[in-house]
């Protein structure tokens, strides 16, 4: 398995509290990205990463920022939690254009 | 625009007959096509991937996907199904840029395996 993990595992939070969710990974990629999924809509891709400080939007960004301060750290905020952004968060990490994308094991989160 | 469309969300089947679960797909580029399979509270794994050579593609576990270009489709299928082939299933397209390669994923389908 590539060396990719995700903390915390799972989280229960309020509306309105900031949550960080962070991506480790060994595997000194290039590239990581942040995806939610939702039944019925398989992953959609939030935020991601093509380089230390380099960062670009995906199709669902709003209510979600990010920060690559380190090559082998992702971090993805909800600044103000909602209750419509509950849903299990997985990281991919990927070595090139045409590599596959190696998943993290996901983090469940849930908003009250 | 890059979209993905599985055609079932829920294929159930019999252990030891045939799976076939359906993909369209639609994009402005020569895709990069992927199958990935999904159990139960587990993350992604990869299944198989096209990347413009044989159209016959064959993955792990005995799986095997076909891409079809006047179809625009990329269905998967097993000859013989498993019990641990119960999964999700997601068919994948992805849109190489010079900043990242942001995959589209269809809706999933998940598969029921009867003993």
């Known amino acids: 398995d590539a060396g990719i993990t995700q903390s915390p595992r799972h989280k229960v939070t309020e509306t309105g509290t900031p949550v960080t969710l962070r991506c480790h990974q060994t595997?000194?990629?290039?590239?990581m990205y942040w995806y939610r999924q939702d039944p019925g809509h398989g992953l959609r891709l939030i935020h991601y990463?093509?380089?230390?400080?380099?960062?670009d939007k995906g199709e669902v960004s709003d209510g979600y920022s990010v920060s690559r301060s380190k090559t082998e750290d992702f971090l993805l905020t909800l600044e103000s939690a909602t209750s419509s952004q509950t849903s299990v968060y997985f990281c991919?990490?990927?070595?090139?254009?045409?590599?596959?994308?190696?998943f993290g094991p996901g983090t469940r989160l849930t908003v009250l | 625009a890059q979209s993905v469309t599985q055609l079932d969300s829920h294929v159930s089947v019999s252990e030891g007959t045939p799976v076939l679960l359906r993909c369209n797909y639609s994009?402005?580029?020569?895709?990069?096509l992927f199958w990935y399979v999904q159990h139960p509270n587990k993350g992604l794994q990869l299944l198989l991937k096209?990347?413009?050579?044989?159209?016959l593609v064959k993955g792990i576990n005995g799986f095997e996907a076909e891409f079809k270009k006047s179809e625009t489709s990329f269905h998967l299928t097993k000859p013989s199904a498993h019990m641990s082939d119960a999964a999700e299933y997601f068919c994948?397209?992805?849109?190489?840029?010079?900043?990242?390669?942001?995959?589209?994923f269809g809706g999933g389908t998940r598969v029921l395996v009867k003993p």
């Open positions: 994948v397209v992805s849109l190489l840029k010079a900043a990242g390669n942001k995959l589209t």
């Open positions: 595997e000194n990629h290039r590239y």
């Open positions: 096209y990347t413009s050579a044989a159209t």
């Open positions: 990463s093509y380089g230390v400080k380099d960062t």
């Open positions: 991919a990490i990927s070595g090139g254009l045409d590599n596959e994308q190696f």
């Open positions: 994009s402005s580029y020569s895709p990069s």
